[in-house]
C-alpha cells in the first residue's frame, strides 16, 4: 500500500519556468512533510518541510503548498535553474515516538538551458 | 561538524552471501535510521536505533539486522542476499528522544551502492 503518492514522475520546465511537484497523502496521522532534494550518485538532502497547521511555506524558491482536507501537498520551485535539475521526492511522518519517513516514488526534474 | 558517512559505497556480492555496511552519524545526532532505496525508487523505512536499541522497524524480514554502538555509530547487516536485495542502503541520523516528538529531520549518507549477482 502506497501511502505516499507523487506525481509526475518526470518533468522538463525550461531555464526561469516554475516547476510544480504534487503528493497526497492516505494516512490522517501524519503531520510532518518535508520534501527531499536528490543528486545523482548522492543521499537526499532536505530541501524545506511543512507541518499541517501552516498552508503555505517559503524558503526563496521553493515553497510548499498544503490542503490538509484534500490530503495533499505541493512543492513549486519558481525560476527554475539547471541546477535544480535532480530527483524530488516528498515524505511524511507521524509525531509518534520514533521518526520514520514515507516517501513518494520521485519526480526526475530536468532544467533546460 | 562532519556529515553522515557510510561504507563501503559500493560493493558486490553473491547470492547467499552476508554483508555489513557501516555508518557514523552525524555529530551530535544519537538516532540512526537505515533506508533501502531500490532503482528508480524512494527509499524505503528498514529500521531505527536510538541509544543502541532497536525502536521502529519496516517492513523487512529479520535477516536484515542492525546494531548501534555506544558512540550512536551503527551498522546494518543482512543474511542471505537475494538479488532483491540490490539497491542503495541510505543511513540518516537524527536527534531524537525515545517517546518524545521527532522533528523528523533526517540528514542522510551518501549510501551504499549493494549488487547482487
Known amino acids: 500500500q502506497q501511502q505516499v503518492k507523487q506525481s509526475p514522475q518526470s518533468l522538463i520546465v525550461q531555464k526561469g519556468g516554475i516547476s510544480i511537484i504534487n503528493c497526497a497523502y492516505e494516512?490522517?496521522?501524519?503531520?510532518?512533510f518535508p520534501w527531499y532534494q536528490q543528486f545523482p550518485g548522492k543521499g537526499p538532502a532536505l530541501l524545506i518541510a511543512?507541518?499541517?497547521?501552516?498552508s503555505e511555506k517559503k524558503e526563496g524558491r521553493f515553497t510548499i503548498s498544503f490542503n490538509k482536507s484534500a490530503k495533499q501537498f505541493s512543492l513549486h520551485i519558481m525560476d527554475s535553474q539547471p541546477g535544480d535539475s535532480a530527483t524530488y521526492f516528498c515524505a511524511a511522518s507521524s509525531g509518534s515516538g520514533y521518526s520514520t519517513l514515507t516517501f513518494g516514488k520521485g519526480t526526475m526534474l530536468l532544467v533546460s538551458p | 561538524e562532519t556529515g553522515v558517512t557510510q561504507s563501503p559505497t559500493h560493493l558486490i556480492k553473491t547470492r547467499g552471501q552476508q554483508v555489513t555496511l557501516r555508518c557514523s552519524s552525524q555529530?551530535?545526532?544519537?538516532?540512526v535510521s537505515w533506508y533501502q532505496q531500490a532503482l528508480g525508487q524512494g527509499p524505503q523505512f528498514i529500521f531505527q536505533?536510538?541509544?543502541?536499541?532497536?525502536?521502529g522497524r519496516g517492513n523487512f524480514p529479520p535477516r536484515f539486522s542492525g546494531l548501534q554502538f555506544p558512540n550512536y555509530s551503527s551498522e546494518l547487516n543482512v543474511n542471505a542476499l537475494e538479488l532483491d536485495d540490490s539497491a542503495l542502503y541510505l543511513c540518516?541520523?537524527?536527534?531524537?528522544?525515545?517517546?518524545?516528538?521527532?522533528?523528523?529531520?533526517?540528514?542522510f549518507g551518501e549510501g551504499s551502492r549493494l549488487t547482487v549477482l
Open positions: 536505533y536510538y541509544r543502541e536499541e532497536e525502536n
Open positions: 540518516a541520523s537524527s536527534s531524537g528522544t525515545s517517546g518524545r516528538r521527532n522533528t523528523g529531520e533526517l540528514f
Open positions: 555529530s551530535g545526532h544519537n538516532t
Open positions: 511543512i507541518r499541517p497547521d501552516v
Open positions: 494516512n490522517t496521522a501524519f503531520d510532518y
